[in-house]
């Protein structure tokens, strides 16, 4: 891990560091747009033709009988993972399940003028299409992270890629009654949830992290299908006083294991805090090649000269992920995927089982928006009713306000109806 300092010789260069991290983002998509651009071209203009083509050269199938993911091999799934597992399944869903629905929007309606009444209607998306990682490592967690809230919305279909599929994946459907789940990875599933093909019917909205190409073929639909968002490596920050340097650093060490290009940070005023912390990282990832590639490519400690500034670099760098010392600190905090309070709060918690949703914003996003949820999957239709009394009380004011901006219809529509309704009839509504 590389040690700066905001004061001293390194102040420039750690100015220079720290400007270049608040403008990381998707310049990595670039190099594979090409090849992403002809994927999701081809199964948008040949459907099943290109998708089974490459279903069969990355995902390994061959035909459309092994392209969708039956009920019973879900079933046969389940039954054969370890009871304790299924356990942690099952209490990980309760848990987000019952964080998603304390989330969930409500609909209302009000009365702010005597004749109007204004309000919102809270409805489900049609379909969904739930995105699943298996590469590195297998992700039941991501399923149950991505099906779960939108269950919980009340959406009526959610289908899942996965490319090859864990039995660990495949018993996390089961458990949450998952119908439609297809074998499928990459740019090519992408294409196929947001345009549709023979064996795959498109979906209103797609979720869940992916790779590079995961995430470019999602940028290069979202016109046509909406996404979530552009996930990119995950991160970490840990902004500490008082913290353990045990503690800090297996945190640092869990969240660089899931991909050689994580990026995780260390932010305190305190040297020998620090000093302690690299010795504990390096210790820990020793027998970890992953972690340890990540850490010497984007493990960072900066020492700051106060704890104002210490702060202030940590709202700068809007984390996907923020460990901070006590409740209090929650007070500063402005910009951050999700945050964990305190030394027993690890945050492969929240990875599984806290509750809040563990699909977050990567790249400094989380400076406009949080975590995937429930409403990611709502819309919020707004509704309004006048009677000739509300129309009478606030229609001559809109009239004056489409006549300052040259609307004479607007205008006329509001007046026509004024016209027709003389205070005489105002008892009538």
Not at 154 to 168: F, L, N
Not at 178 to 184: N, P
Not at 258 to 276: C, G, N, Q, V
Not at 416 to 421: Q, T
Request: aromatic letters at 4%; a neutral charge.
């Amino acid at each position: 891990m590389k040690l700066i300092r905001t004061k001293g010789r390194g102040a420039q260069q750690t100015a220079e560091v720290l400007a270049a991290l608040e403008r990381r983002g998707g310049a990595a998509l670039d190099a594979v747009l090409p090849t992403v651009k002809r994927i999701v071209a081809d199964v948008r203009k040949q459907g099943d033709r290109a998708l089974l083509r490459y279903a069969a050269q990355f995902d390994g199938l061959a035909g459309t009988d092994a392209l969708r993911v039956t009920q019973d091999e879900m079933a046969a799934a389940w039954e054969a993972i370890e009871p304790a597992l299924c356990e942690a399944l099952s209490t990980a869903a309760e848990q987000i399940r019952g964080f998603a629905q304390r989330q969930l929007p409500s609909s209302w309606n009000a009365s702010p003028v005597a004749g109007l009444t204004t309000g919102q209607l809270v409805r489900p998306l049609g379909s969904v299409g739930c995105y699943v990682p298996s590469g590195r490592h297998p992700l039941p967690s991501t399923l149950l992270m991505t099906a779960i809230p939108a269950q919980v919305a009340g959406v009526k279909r959610i289908a899942v890629v996965s490319p090859r599929p864990a039995p660990e994946t495949l018993a996390a459907a089961h458990l949450l009654g998952i119908t439609e789940f297809y074998r499928l990875g990459g740019a090519h599933a992408i294409a196929a949830l947001a345009y549709g093909t023979a064996s795959l019917q498109r979906v209103d909205k797609i979720v869940g992290p992916g790779n590079l190409y995961v995430t470019a073929a999602k940028r290069l639909v979202a016109f046509d299908c909406a996404i979530d968002m552009l996930a990119g490596p995950t991160e970490i920050v840990v902004t500490s006083e008082c913290g353990n340097a045990a503690d800090i650093a297996s945190d640092l060490v869990a969240q660089a294991e899931h991909d050689p290009e994580a990026l995780a940070i260390f932010i305190t005023t305190r040297a020998e805090l620090a000093k302690e912390m690299i010795a504990e990282a390096k210790l820990r990832s020793r027998d970890n090649p992953v972690a340890r590639q990540a850490l010497d490519r984007n493990g960072l400690v900066i020492i700051s000269s106060s704890v104002d500034e210490a702060r202030q670099i940590t709202n700068r760098l809007a984390p996907e992920h923020l460990t901070v010392d006590a409740p209090s600190d929650l007070e500063w905090v402005e910009n951050a995927g999700s945050v964990f309070v305190g030394r027993w709060s690890a945050q492969p918690m929240g990875d599984y089982i806290s509750g809040p949703n563990h699909t977050l914003p990567t790249g400094g996003m989380a400076r406009v928006r949080g975590g995937l949820s429930v409403n990611d999957f709502v819309k919020l239709i707004t509704v309004q009713e006048y009677s000739a009394q509300g129309l009478r009380a606030l229609g001559p004011h809109v009239a004056l306000l489409a006549e300052a901006e040259g609307l004479v219809g607007h205008a006329e529509a509001i007046r026509a109806r004024l016209r027709k309704n003389p205070r005489t009839r105002r008892s009538r509504g």
